[in-house]
């Protein structure tokens, strides 16, 4: 039995087809984890532990749609090709049969990092050729390029849901490509797909949206993952008011986004302080406020320092969940990702259930380095 104190943790979600016996979620980490981009039994075998380890959903780490130099590194995972996708079968029967519910991350990594050899003859591709403002690397990409991209993720998310995954998730988030249009330092054009406004900066996501729904149809759950922040700049704010964040998410769910994922730094940060204080909503409250989307939260639940610094080497200590308990009990959002606690804890959600906090390791950089 769920301990009583953190038992909303552990209550039933359903919503746009997806059925879940608890509101933790595995949030994407990239593990880069599968040689030459095809996942095996090693991945399907980590998943399968975070399923038995009590997750209500398993989120993938980021997987790439078949567009040239659509990774960044050498063996992240495809999305693509007969082989990657074979393996990714695997993962997800590998979930179902411990119990667990599962979709890929789909992903494009954009301008972020430069080709490494694995695409000899592709350039990096981005909005405006641009990795940050006055940052320039590789090629602005045409219209026929974002064509040929949407179509991309709509063909990954009708094999998401041909493979039997339960949802899919479009990575829209943290710099990456889709971020880049959003972001106006990183997106120069002078055509449709830019404007002065949030909204209008939209324009390529809600397509990708708008694709992915086409394919998949009518009740299949579709999420889509955004940040303020971006890996190259932690304080960028597309929104800096509940305005511009319903102008900019508002079509994204009207598009087809079933859930809104919000990724900040640390949940527990209130996103417009000016207006409802230091213990306000977050960017997840307010995300769910605007649009009226369910929303799943997440930064470094569980534990005591925050990811980027983990990827720097640091430590982190186990801590508890009690602000966590109480922001789900005000139903500020729905559900919660939780990151790097779950790479040093597979059983993090049945030890939370059980009331066994005290149980659990804390996070080690080193434990990165295998698919534990």
Known sequence: MPSPVTDILFQPFDHAG???????????????????????????????????????????????????ASRNEKDIPLFHSDAA????????????????????????????????????????????????????RGKAMTEEDIADTVAAFARAAADAKRLGFDTAELHGAHGYLVDEFFWPGTNARQDRYN?????????????????????????YPLILRVSQWKQQDFDARLAATPEEMEAWLGPLVDAGADILHCSQRRFWEPEFP?????????????????????????????????????????????????????????EEFDLIAVGRALISNPDWANRIRKGDADGLKGFDPADLATLA
């Open 18 to 68: 997806l059925s879940l016996d608890n509101r933790i979620v595995m949030a994407p980490m990239t593990r880069a984890a599968a040689p030459d981009g095809i996942p095996g039994t090693a991945n399907a075998e980590y998943y399968r532990r975070r399923a038995e380890g009590g997750v209500g959903l398993i989120l993938s780490e980021g997987t790439v749609i078949d567009r040239p």
């Open 85 to 136: 996708l074979a393996g990714w079968s695997e993962v997800i029967d590998a979930v179902h049969d411990a119990g667990g519910k599962m979709g890929p991350q789909i992903w494009h990594t954009g301008a972020t990092k430069g080709n490494a050899g694995w695409t000899p003859d592709a350039e990096v591709e981005s909005p405006s050729g641009l990795l940050a403002p006055g940052k320039p």
């Open 274 to 330: 000016e207006i409802d204080g230091e213990d306000g909503l977050n960017f997840a409250g307010w995300a769910k406020k605007v649009t009226g989307a369910p929303t799943i939260s997440v930064g470094s639940v569980g534990l005591s320092g925050e990811f980027i610094a983990a990827f720097g080497g640091e430590k982190s200590q186990s801590t508890g969940v009690e602000n966590l308990v109480a922001r789900m009990e005000r």
């Open 195 to 219: 404007g002065p406004t949030i909204a209008e900066r939209s324009r390529f996501a809600a397509e990708i949206v708008a694709a992915m729904r086409e394919a998949v149809g009518p009740g």
